[in-house]
């Protein structure tokens, strides 16, 4: 399936709800170092609740180890100054879906890495600054899910 990417994730409900995301959806999670909060944070099994053990997550101890785990594959890198959309993108299993810190966003020289393919944006309304991190990463899942028919879903052919 997909691959959701946090680049240093800040706070522990986000990554709680994107392990959610994951066993759910059949995407791997990967976590870039640092991290702000311990693995073992309390709110982060609270947010996760027991899907920990059903997702497939990767903790990687900087971008350069991340990318060597993603190999060849294409990384979309989500940014609010990003000038296209989520929907426009031709998802492919296996791409990687890259997010940056809750605070900051993806630093330019992350979002702008040789490495990636593509800088990609989620549509709000004028004057907002931010949309939530697992809200971000669940929106354009779906979409990449969608994509594809929601292969492997319960209930589908």
């Not at 999670?29 to 990767?58: N, V």
């Not at 990609?120 to 990463?137: C, E, F, H, I, K």
Request: net charge negative; proline share 6%.
């Amino acid at each position: 399936m997909f691959r959701i990417a946090f680049y240093q994730p800040e706070i522990p409900p986000n990554t709680g709800n994107a392990i959610r995301l994951a066993a759910n959806t059949g995407c791997e999670l990967h976590l870039i170092e640092p991290l702000g909060f311990s693995l073992a944070a309390k709110q982060l099994k609270r947010a996760g609740l027991d899907y920990h053990e059903l997702a497939t997550t990767h903790v990687h101890a900087d971008f350069d180890a991340a990318l060597t785990a993603f190999g060849d594959a294409t990384i979309y890198a989500f940014a609010t100054r990003a000038s296209r959309c989520y929907a426009d993108i031709a998802y492919q299993p296996g791409d990687v879906l890259l997010f940056g810190p809750e605070s900051v966003g993806l630093p330019d020289e992350i979002a702008h890495a040789d490495t990636i393919t593509d800088r990609v944006t989620l549509p709000m309304a004028p004057g907002s600054r931010s949309l939530n991190l697992a809200n971000s990463a669940s929106i354009v899942v779906y979409e990449a899910w969608r994509q594809h028919g929601f292969a492997g879903a319960a209930g589908t052919a």
